[in-house]
DNA sequence: GCATTAAGCACAATCGTTTATGCTTTGGAC
DNA sequence: GTCCAAAGCATAAACGATTGTGCTTAATGC
């Protein structure tokens, strides 16, 4: 920049305010200054900029992990928006572990950055390690997985209204003996399709049994063992199965299989997420999409919404996507003639 | 820290030296410093030491995509050792698009990171965006995907020997007319792939058939039009397929059954990337695993290896990672006695 | 007792920006 | 002609750390 001031013949003052398009220059000043900074090849050192203006145009992320489909999907819908927004992404994993989850967010306060999007570890029970962030008054978003208690600005998706269509799915194929496969009734989504799934029960007015949700991590061997449970059940296998998550679905087919059971014939599947192996799997599984890049792209949006009135009093901004429900062989009727 | 120094009745230069263990700092002083700062809760600003040092403790990696197994798990190995040794990961993704992967190669450099790890998107043929990160003496270090041409620092899988290794397998179980899905040559590790096939259909004195080698992007989609072609080849259907990648041997086997064939008994599979999907198709898909983790730490050491040595004449330095088989079901020798 | 040396520390410049403040100039209103 | 406002720009102080240089003090050698 000095360089520039050098040869312009004019203060570093000028230069500065001439590149950031400030009222107190001049038009054509600024024009010579665009000019022979494009000339120069002129690189501004964001460092000096965030250190001097206390904010950086980094945006942090983390996120329990980066397999499967959700999450890459999910940055990719940040990166996309933050970059439009002239942001870069930081991403952390915490692995499900509140330890790493605290860690990755003294990383990132470390990192200046510019606001903080977040979606909770498994085991995150308490929230301190966010108070920091608020109080250095950085933006702060959760998106799908947010604390159970506390007013916070959220993007999440309407898990509920997912395991109502599911269920309500299942119910209208004809299927009367549902059962649930649940996940940590302590992460919102889990108690959230859960409460979905006891909904649609209740339209059609069948009473919930407690001997038909089983609760577990949702790993493919968690469902797997689920289904094990269920088929060992005195009063009856289920006639359909509906999991909180698609690897324990996938974990419930197995089994199924295994114990030479035909599906959709004898249980009809639906899983959570539209992870993109259930297309692949024989048969297909019918699953609930989660509209993962609208919910980064939405989370980046509150951000910038948060960013751009630091000051203003807290008002809790909760946005809520609605799923959508994908149909596939694993919960449709049986063909009415002899299916092998 | 000017708190610390006024606090502690010491000069800044003394609160600095002693917090980063400097030899002309007192050990009592040291100590004094070290337990106020512990009590105030110091937190340095990087920024600033970023600044004043021309050096951050961010590392910018570059990758095609995030989804799949492959690189989610290579970020997890980078980000494991880059974390032990004090960086933070930026991830950028370049959407197998050189204009892309040019604008993150700017963004990172703006945010001042202290090195680049880059993985090439397809359809990267020049290399200048590169020379820049060079002649700013930042350490670049290129894994998996590398530029064919010029001396780099790199760390990859020993492509060559996966596709020996597959493909040795093949024939070690009696089959003899083997295709091959091969990915853009332009690449690398699909051209070494290649090669691998060819070297062991030679150790077995079979002549190489450009009638048996189909190229393409590697979709699914990809996999499932090549295995069409192949079965529609006059000369007769090959008896096993080794693709360089694993949705394509997907794709394969789907055309296989829709068209009434027997994996493995008329036509046996072997994929590149041991992805986890492998584990669920029907039959199972053997594979060659690339050592992902593995690959991201061996970039992480290397990348530390030059920081290390930033004066250092030029040499260059590659990491060669060796390949394993998985066999699974789809590969295996059918049973001697009537399978159905 | 004096010179020499090393240890322990402070001063002040520096990294590349931003920005509060204030100065000069110009044009217009009266 | 005087006064005022606004426009356009410069001066210099930050931001929070690092670091070359030099000062003091005490220990050692002679």
Known sequence: MADLA????????????????????????????????????????????ALRR???????????????????????????????????????????????????????????????????????QEYQHFDKVRSRG????????????????????????????ATSHLLAQGRRRIAHLAGPPRLNIYSQRRQGY????????????????????????????AMRQLLARPAGRPDAVFAAGD??????????????????????????SNESFTAITEPQLTSVDQRCEEMGQAAVRLFLELAAAPEAPFVQRQVVLEPKLFIRGSSLLPAPVGVG
């Open 54 to 124: 206390g904010q950086s145009r980094l945006l942090g992320v983390v996120v329990p992990y980066i397999e499967g489909k959700f999450f890459p999907a999910v940055i990719q819908g940040i990166e996309h928006a933050a970059s439009k927004a002239g942001f870069s992404v930081i991403v952390c994993q915490s692995h499900e572990e509140v330890q790493l989850e605290r860690r990755n967010v003294e990383t990132l306060l470390h990192a200046q950055v510019a606001g903080i999007l977040v979606s909770l570890a498994r085991n995150t």
């Open 6 to 49: 050098r040869e312009l013949g004019v203060s570093m003052t000028t230069v500065s305010r001439a590149l950031s398009d400030h009222h107190s220059i001049g038009p054509a000043t600024k024009q010579r200054v665009l000019k022979l900074a494009k000339k120069l090849n002129y690189q501004p050192n964001h460092l000096a900029s």
């Open 138 to 165: 950085i933006p702060l978003v959760f998106f799908d997985r947010i604390p159970g208690a506390g007013q916070v600005d959220a993007v999440v998706l309407n898990d509920q209204a997912g395991g109502f269509q």
């Open 198 to 225: 006891l909904d649609a029960l209740a339209t059609y007015g069948i009473p919930p049994d407690d001997d038909l949700i089983i609760y577990s991590d949702m790993t493919v061997d968690d469902g797997a063992q």
């Open 247 to 272: 690897s324990a679905i996938l974990g419930a087919l197995q089994e199924l299989k295994a114990q030479g059971l035909r599906v959709p014939d004898d249980v009809a599947l639906v899983g959570f």
